[in-house]
């Protein structure tokens, strides 16, 4: 079980004066079950490379294999693979319009052509998943706090049961304890649930605690898919793409041009912290 | 001098029925008093719903105080014959670029504020092209809004405003949209207008990074001032308020990364001081603990 990016093109305009790349030839094979978070400067393809994941777009040339079949063959199901691969746009919130939270939620799996109460079952799961209580089900999504509509938005996708859930830049815009939460429960539903997560973020600190596989994509092309840490090593080259490293990976650099044999590829408070107490003297 | 004097403020927000009976209120600012002094970068920190953007709204005179004096530029907000030279001297600059730019040329965009105040032509043109020069958007300013990036679009946003020569802008969440670099632009123009213009600064963002270069960082909770852990007011330098990480905390706020790493470190018994905020510091703070022999 994977899916497996061969070759993907995704050339935009062609044949005319403004003709450009917003994917060239990207190859990349993700394992069911990991956490992979996609990172790059703003224009770069990440939010174009996610939507050839679940078939929204075509690509120019290349496919995507999802469970070894590929899903821009003639007479593949995509309505059903959408339901599999769950895409959670950037504010998804704006997405929300129905009169109460739970009708909101069971608006996905109803489409699915699933029972009244199969929905509401599967609503009630999903919203419990995403830590929203029973108290808000019948008020109107749009009377919730931010941090809130972006959780329902979630469970909406949630309640389709999905292998594979997308997530575009889910902590924009979202107060500390928001992303905390946010970042929080996409690591408990992958650790639980055994679901892929496939997060963009723009944010390396937050990719540093959560993702095991980082994709960092640049003018079109794939140019690191490795573990973070791996990754981080390469400072120069991520800043030549306008991407930093984790503000605590700089601090081992600056460390050890001060004098100090730490690991230059820390990239957490807990791992700086449990290598700082290892090496320190007093 | 005080650019803004805030006494006793209240102001709440009704939630209504559909035969219009109010069925809930909140309380968005519960006796707020504070003042911001001229000249001064002033960070407002708070999780949502903290009435952070309430005080913002009020600033700008978009809404009144149910109760309280609020002055601006010596100007009382309740009175409305004052408004407009009130929301001349207070810019604000939102959270979404889209929602701020009119025009379909980055000149003319700034030049509309100039404009609606029936300034004559070559004053405007004078204007705009310091407002341009001031946000380093000089080779946009005949493109279309529409081609910039979210950066950019704010850096016009700020211009439109510039071009009113305000005392004071008000940044509400301005690089809550935008990726680290537009974060960065951002910040740097806001910077650089406190320094080299002398413009009051109020920001307010989500982002701890952002506070720790301001001169003042305000905590507001349930709508005023937040306390700390012992009752004293969450209202200092950055030094003064990242030094409360535990209370931060408690408010659902976190400190700079750096910040937290000191923090942890001096929980284990490193004798390392409180308050470190950059990597420089948190490095020479360090140095007298590196292991004599490698």
New interface residues.
């Given amino acids: 079980m994977s899916i497996r990016a061969e070759h993907l093109t995704h050339l935009y305009s062609p044949g005319t004066a403004f003709e450009s790349y917003a994917l060239k030839d990207i190859s990349f094979e993700i394992a069911d079950g990991s956490f992979v978070a996609v990172i790059g ?3 770069s393809g990440k939010s174009t490379l996610i939507q050839h994941l679940n078939g929204l777009y075509r690509p120019t040339s290349g496919t995507v294999y999802y469970n070894g079949e590929d899903i821009f063959a003639e007479g593949y199901d995509l309505k059903a693979l959408r339901t599999k691969i769950g895409l959670v746009f950037q504010y998804p919130e704006y997405q929300l319009f129905e009169e109460d939270v739970i009708t909101d939620v069971m608006f996905g799996p109803k489409n699915m052509g699933l029972s009244d109460d199969e929905a509401r079952a599967r609503a009630k799961k999903a919203l419990m998943q995403v830590g929203i209580g029973e108290s808000l089900y019948k008020r109107s999504p749009f ?1 919730l ?3 809130q509509k972006r959780r329902v938005a979630i469970a909406g996708v949630l309640a389709m049961d999905p292998e594979v859930l997308i997530l575009d830049e889910p902590t ?9 939460e946010t970042l929080a429960m996409l690591e408990e539903l992958h650790s639980e649930r055994k679901i892929t997560v496939i997060l963009v973020s ?2 390396m ?1 937050d990719v540093a605690e959560c993702a095991d596989m980082l994709m960092v994509l640049k003018d079109a092309e794939l140019k690191f898919f490795d573990r973070p840490k791996e990754v981080f090593r390469h400072v120069e080259e991520l800043e030549s793409y ?3 490293v ?3 990976t ?2 081992a650099h ?2 050890i041009k ?4 730490i690991d230059p590829t820390v990239s957490t ?1 807990s791992e ?2 449990a290598e ?2 290892k ?4 | 001098m005080n650019i803004i004097k805030a006494a006793h403020i209240f102001y709440e927000y009704m939630v209504r029925d559909e035969n219009d009976k109010v069925i809930e209120t909140t309380k968005a600012l519960n006796d707020l008093s504070l003042d911001i002094e001229e000249g001064s970068f002033v960070c407002l920190l708070g999780h949502n719903g903290c009435g952070k953007s309430t005080f913002a709204k009020l600033i700008n005179a978009l809404n009144l105080p149910k109760e309280g004096t609020l002055l601006v530029n010596g100007m009382d907000t309740a009175d409305g014959s004052l408004t407009l030279r009130i929301r001349e001297s207070a810019g604000m600059v939102f959270q979404n670029p889209d929602n701020q730019i009119i025009s379909n040329i980055v000149e003319e965009d700034v030049a509309f504020g100039p404009e609606n105040i029936g300034l004559p032509s070559e004053e405007i043109m004078e204007r705009v092209d310091e407002a341009i020069n001031a946000v380093g958007m000089q080779a946009f300013r005949n493109k279309s809004p529409n081609q910039l990036s979210g950066g950019q679009k704010q850096r016009v946003a700020i211009a439109g405003i510039m071009a009113m020569r305000p005392k004071c802008i008000i940044f509400d969440e301005p690089t809550a949209m935008l990726d680290p670099d537009g974060r960065k632009d951002v910040l740097e123009i806001a910077h650089r207008l406190n320094r080299e213009e002398n413009i009051t600064i109020v920001h307010i963002t989500h982002y701890m990074e952002e506070a720790v270069d301001a001169d003042r960082i305000i905590v507001l909770e349930n709508g005023s001032i937040a306390e700390d852990l012992e009752g004293r007011p969450m209202d200092g330098t950055p030094k003064d308020i990242f030094s409360k990480v535990e209370d931060l905390k408690a408010l659902a706020l976190t400190v700079p990364v750096i910040t937290e790493l000191a923090y942890e470190l001096r929980k284990e018994g490193l004798p390392i001081r409180e308050g470190i905020l950059t990597r420089k510091e948190l490095v020479d703070a360090l140095k007298p603990f590196f292991p004599k022999t490698r």
């Fill in positions: 400067h703003t224009g009377d706090s931010g941090g924009a815009g979202l107060d500390p304890r928001g992303r905390e723009h944010s600190d306008g991407l930093a984790p503000e605590i700089y601090l600056d460390l001060a004098g100090l044999d408070v700086a912290k700082l107490l090496l320190l003297k007093w």
